[in-house]
Protein backbone atom coordinates (compact mmCIF):
# COMPACT_ATOMS: atom_id res chain seq x y z
CA UNK A 1 0.00 0.00 0.00
CA UNK A 2 1.46 3.17 -1.01
CA UNK A 3 2.11 5.74 1.99
CA UNK A 4 3.04 9.11 1.73
CA UNK A 5 4.11 11.72 4.57
CA UNK A 6 4.38 15.51 4.05
CA UNK A 7 6.77 17.63 6.52
CA UNK A 8 8.21 20.96 6.04
CA UNK A 9 5.44 23.59 5.91
CA UNK A 10 5.26 26.66 7.92
CA UNK A 11 4.68 30.34 7.69
CA UNK A 12 7.29 32.10 6.41
CA UNK A 13 7.49 35.90 5.18
CA UNK A 14 7.47 36.84 1.10
CA UNK A 15 10.97 36.08 -0.28
CA UNK A 16 12.16 33.67 2.45
CA UNK A 17 12.19 29.24 1.44
CA UNK A 18 10.80 26.33 2.91
CA UNK A 19 12.10 22.74 2.31
CA UNK A 20 8.99 20.19 2.14
CA UNK A 21 9.86 16.93 2.37
CA UNK A 22 7.93 14.03 1.35
CA UNK A 23 8.43 10.08 3.03
CA UNK A 24 7.37 7.57 0.92
CA UNK A 25 6.63 3.67 1.05
CA UNK A 26 4.74 0.88 -0.38
CA UNK A 27 5.72 1.35 -4.02
CA UNK A 28 8.37 0.53 -7.11
CA UNK A 29 9.72 3.86 -6.04
CA UNK A 30 11.49 3.84 -9.73
CA UNK A 31 8.82 3.23 -11.93
CA UNK A 32 6.25 5.65 -10.39
CA UNK A 33 6.22 9.59 -10.80
CA UNK A 34 6.21 11.77 -8.45
CA UNK A 35 5.27 15.44 -7.91
CA UNK A 36 4.17 18.23 -5.37
CA UNK A 37 0.71 19.60 -5.91
CA UNK A 38 -1.22 22.63 -3.80
CA UNK A 39 -4.63 24.05 -3.40
CA UNK A 40 -5.04 27.26 -1.91
CA UNK A 41 -8.79 28.26 -0.25
CA UNK A 42 -11.51 28.46 -2.99
CA UNK A 43 -9.21 27.50 -5.82
CA UNK A 44 -8.75 23.94 -7.31
CA UNK A 45 -5.84 22.24 -6.96
CA UNK A 46 -2.74 22.87 -9.25
CA UNK A 47 0.01 20.59 -9.74
CA UNK A 48 3.36 22.42 -8.90
CA UNK A 49 6.08 20.53 -9.83
CA UNK A 50 6.62 17.02 -11.13
CA UNK A 51 9.54 14.50 -11.99
CA UNK A 52 8.70 11.34 -13.92
CA UNK A 53 10.35 7.93 -13.76
CA UNK A 54 13.39 9.44 -15.94
CA UNK A 55 14.12 12.14 -14.24
CA UNK A 56 12.61 14.45 -16.30
CA UNK A 57 11.07 17.37 -14.33
CA UNK A 58 8.10 19.87 -14.83
CA UNK A 59 7.13 23.03 -12.95
CA UNK A 60 4.13 25.26 -13.20
CA UNK A 61 4.95 28.55 -14.42
CA UNK A 62 4.34 30.60 -11.41
CA UNK A 63 7.19 28.34 -10.05
CA UNK A 64 9.87 28.35 -12.37
CA UNK A 65 13.11 29.32 -11.09
CA UNK A 66 12.16 29.79 -7.55
CA UNK A 67 11.49 25.75 -6.71
CA UNK A 68 13.14 22.47 -7.28
CA UNK A 69 12.07 19.24 -6.90
CA UNK A 70 14.24 16.60 -5.97
CA UNK A 71 14.11 12.89 -5.18
CA UNK A 72 16.59 10.64 -2.96
CA UNK A 73 16.03 7.22 -4.02
CA UNK A 74 18.05 5.67 -1.11
CA UNK A 75 15.57 7.10 1.26
CA UNK A 76 12.50 7.07 -0.44
CA UNK A 77 11.83 10.88 -0.33
CA UNK A 78 10.73 13.64 -2.54
CA UNK A 79 11.72 17.03 -1.99
CA UNK A 80 10.63 20.50 -2.54
CA UNK A 81 13.13 23.23 -2.00
CA UNK A 82 10.97 26.74 -2.37
CA UNK A 83 12.96 29.79 -2.57
CA UNK A 84 11.70 33.55 -2.80
CA UNK A 85 8.24 32.56 -1.78
CA UNK A 86 5.41 35.04 -2.33
CA UNK A 87 2.04 35.56 -0.89
CA UNK A 88 0.34 33.53 -3.53
CA UNK A 89 2.62 30.83 -2.62
CA UNK A 90 -0.04 30.25 0.52
CA UNK A 91 -1.67 26.92 0.07
CA UNK A 92 -1.70 23.46 1.21
CA UNK A 93 0.81 21.34 -0.12
CA UNK A 94 0.06 17.59 -1.12
CA UNK A 95 2.96 14.80 -2.50
CA UNK A 96 1.49 12.81 -4.71
CA UNK A 97 2.79 9.04 -6.36
CA UNK A 98 1.56 7.10 -8.63
CA UNK A 99 2.35 5.19 -12.57
CA UNK A 100 3.13 7.90 -14.74
CA UNK A 101 -0.03 7.14 -17.01
CA UNK A 102 -2.24 8.11 -13.81
CA UNK A 103 -0.34 11.40 -13.89
CA UNK A 104 -0.98 12.16 -17.72
CA UNK A 105 -4.33 11.39 -17.15
CA UNK A 106 -5.29 13.12 -14.36
CA UNK A 107 -6.45 10.61 -12.39
CA UNK A 108 -3.50 9.96 -9.54
CA UNK A 109 -4.75 7.60 -6.83
CA UNK A 110 -2.17 8.20 -3.94
CA UNK A 111 -1.85 11.57 -2.15
CA UNK A 112 -0.19 12.87 1.39
CA UNK A 113 -2.52 14.27 3.65
CA UNK A 114 -0.61 17.45 2.92
CA UNK A 115 1.21 20.38 4.58
CA UNK A 116 0.23 23.78 4.82
CA UNK A 117 2.68 26.66 3.53
CA UNK A 118 1.78 30.13 4.47
CA UNK A 119 3.35 33.75 3.22
CA UNK A 120 3.01 36.99 4.34
CA UNK A 121 3.81 39.84 3.03
Known amino acids: QVQLVESGGGSVQAGGSLRLSCAASGYNYGSHCMGWFRQAPGKAREGVAT???????NYADSVKGRFTISKDNAKNGLYLQMNNLKPEDTAMYYC???????????????WGQGTQVTVSS
Open 51 to 57: RDNHGKT
Open 96 to 110: AADLCSYFSSGGIRY
